[in-house]
């Protein structure tokens, strides 16, 4: 008879019961010698029978011989009641003639061990560790002889280094699955990273060439507002809020799907089993629940989105990285769509992101052709009519398209970063343009001179370097020059943007805040910030003549600039009767297209000749 069972563990039966795994790998090859190296014992001494019991993790007992006691099959708490278990564990050899009288400080009695003679040397580790005893057993007693003892020991030296050699091989396992795992997992979060998601994706896609029926989703998460987090509250605080985002998807998902870090603050999962891409709204909308709790990050509440992009497999001919790339895409129109929100793919997305990559060639030749160039608008002092000034709008010669308009190239020139070297360009050919006309114009050339600033712009350290630079390149006055900054701009992180202010207003120059109105700003900021005047958004200012709403609003912005000391500009004067109400409600200044719209510079050089007044 062969067999084997756990020493005296309850844990470690239970889960051999139940079919589940050892908690080592003490595999078959290893019980096999353990259970020869006992029946080699049993057969040179002449006994009915032998074991091997093992401590540590395993717990575990390999013997040969008819006459195994009955605890060794069915209850191993006879051995931990007799107290046999504690010498088995001991340095010592036990040797026994007759356990029933040696009395090994049982609680239970001996009879229950159903066996007298007993003959055990200790298992010792090269490093010291006692991994177990050999024992040899009788059924009745036995007088053990030196060279009893000396033939276990011998074989305890075997079995020994047979358990020995399995440690070392356990030990290189554990270690190359460790090397694996971290090879796989993002080190932050502890998800599967890019490597592993695009292996699993790989999987699924060749199972849907088996099983075409059986389809999966795959979602790209991209959180909205990461780097502001990162930017203001610091670096941990960032790491702190993926791993919380990290933990939170998980909960949201069910056993089979995978979700994984791609890197930075992009999230992918994997959804199996989706019959139709409307299956995953309810979990892109659960997940959207799940991350709009707000999140502690010692002591700062924050709130995050995420913008989500769905793909589902549909072919068996696709590929995971194609998959990925449309879930990308679709994520990429949620962000545009205004955050926060999710989206299908669609194959026209495909055509949409060429279109994309070919107009931002187009921009990067662009700049390097000189292709850019600026309009300006006069910008009227309301009480006189008078050009006080203009503001600089910047236009695109497309050698195919004709003139491009700024909202159709200024958000991808943003994105790519595009907009840095840019608007540059802008300040320093702007400056040079009013030079140009104070040269041939005198004193009947525009006094100030607006220029855009863009959210990137605002958010970038050197800004108030290139400032100064163009300013000192061009001799400009920086008392004349009006820098305008949206509110998107001053929201994006209003205490960076504080200072920026604070720096550029030490340069002398204005800072006028634009689009008023269209943001989320709260009036209280306004008096917080270094600011010189604010300009009022058109969809306000087009409706005064027509809108009681919009007339009292306006009214309220001017009285609280008054209040604040600044000038106001209103913005898209369309009509004598809007400009006629601005002038009683006291607003400074007035730009929009009564007066005049954008103009070519030699457009503005002509009628800045006529020293016009509207
Ligand atoms: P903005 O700064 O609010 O500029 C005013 C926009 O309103 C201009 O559009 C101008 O043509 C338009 N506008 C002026 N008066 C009227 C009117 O009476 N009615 C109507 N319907 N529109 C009027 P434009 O030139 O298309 O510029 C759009 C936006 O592009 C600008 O809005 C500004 O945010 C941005 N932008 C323009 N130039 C630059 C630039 O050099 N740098 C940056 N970063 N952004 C720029
Ligand atoms: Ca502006
Ligand atoms: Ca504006």
């Given at each position: ?224 507002n990461?780097?502001?987090v990162?930017?203001s509250v610091?670096?941990?605080a960032?790491?702190a809020l993926?791993?919380t ?47 709009a709790a707000p999140i502690d990050l010692g002591g700062y509440q924050v709130f995050t ?310």
């Open positions: 008879m062969i067999t084997s069972r756990p020493l005296h563990d309850p844990a470690a039966q239970i889960q051999a019961e139940h079919g589940g795994e050892p908690t080592s790998s003490l595999d078959g090859g290893l019980a096999a010698s353990l259970e020869r190296i006992a029946r080699l014992a049993a057969t040179l001494l002449h006994a009915p029978a032998a074991v091997i019991a093992l401590l540590g993790d395993d717990r575990r007992c390999f013997g040969w011989g008819d006459g195994l006691p009955d605890w060794y099959a069915h209850d191993v708490g006879v051995l931990v009641r007799s107290g046999l278990s504690e010498r088995i564990g001991g340095p010592q050899p036990l040797i026994l003639e007759d356990i029933r009288s040696d009395g090994v400080g049982a609680a239970s009695p001996p009879s229950e061990l159903a066996f007298a003679g007993v003959a055990g040397v200790p298992l010792i580790a090269s490093d010291g560790r006692r991994l177990g005893m050999l024992c040899a057993i009788d059924p009745c007693p036995r007088q053990w002889s030196d060279a009893d003892v000396a033939v276990l020991n011998d074989l305890a030296a075997t079995a020994t280094i047979e358990l020995d050699l399995r440690c070392r091989l356990d030990e290189r396992m554990v270690a190359e699955r460790e090397l694996r795992h971290n090879a796989m997992h993002d080190a932050l979060t502890g998800l599967p990273n890019r490597a592993l998601f695009m292996e699993q994706l790989e999987r699924s896609v060749n199972r849907t060439h088996r099983r075409p029926d059986d389809l999966f989703a795959v979602l790209f998460l991209d959180l909205d990461f780097k502001i990162n930017d610091g670096h941990h960032g790491d993926l791993v985002v990290a933990r939170r998807l998980e909960q949201c998902m069910r056993g089979g799907d995978i979700v994984a870090r791609l890197g930075g603050d992009e999230f992918a999962i994997l959804l199996e089993h989706v019959s139709q891409i409307s299956d995953t709204a309810p979990i892109a909308e659960r997940i959207q629940r799940a991350l989105s995420v913008s989500i992009g769905v793909a589902l497999s549909t072919s068996a001919s696709e590929l995971p990285d194609y998959l990925l790339r449309s879930a990308d895409m679709a994520m990429y129109r949620a962000k545009r769509g205004g955050r926060a929100r999710f989206e299908f793919f669609d194959p026209g997305m495909h055509a949409e992101a060429l279109r994309r990559l070919q107009m931002e060639t187009d921009l990067r030749r662009a700049l390097e052709r000189g292709e850019f160039c600026l309009y300006y608008q006069p910008i009227v002092a309301i009480d006189t009519g008078h050009v006080a000034g203009v503001e600089a709008l910047l236009r695109w010669r497309h050698p195919e398209r004709g003139l491009v308009l700024p909202a159709d190239f200024v958000p991808l020139a943003e994105e790519t970063g595009l907009i840095l070297p840019l608007g540059t360009w802008v300040l320093s050919e702007a400056c040079r343009q009013i030079d140009a006309w104070r040269s041939e114009l005198g004193d009947g050339a525009p006094l100030t001179l607006g220029v855009n600033l863009s959210v990137k712009q605002c958010t970038q350290r050197d800004l108030v370097r290139q400032v100064s630079r163009a300013l000192e390149e061009t001799a400009f006055d920086p008392a004349r020059l009006r820098l305008e900054i949206t509110e998107s701009a001053i929201m994006e992180n209003p205490e960076l943007a504080a200072q920026l202010l604070t720096s550029l207003k030490a340069l002398g120059v204005h800072v006028h805040l634009d689009d008023f109105g269209t943001g989320y700003s709260s009036l209280s900021y306004l008096h917080r910030l270094p600011l010189d005047a604010i300009k009022i958004d058109r969809s306000f200012v087009s409706r005064i003549d027509a809108e009681p709403q919009a007339l009292h609003l306006v009214r309220t912005i001017l009285t609280l600039a008054r209040n604040l000391g600044l000038e106001t500009v209103a913005e898209g004067v369309a009509t004598a009767e809007q400009w006629r109400q601005l002038r009683e409600l006291g607003c400074t200044y007035g730009q929009g297209f009564l007066f005049s719209p954008p103009l070519h510079p030699n457009e503005m050089t002509m009628l800045l000749h006529t020293a016009p007044a509207w």
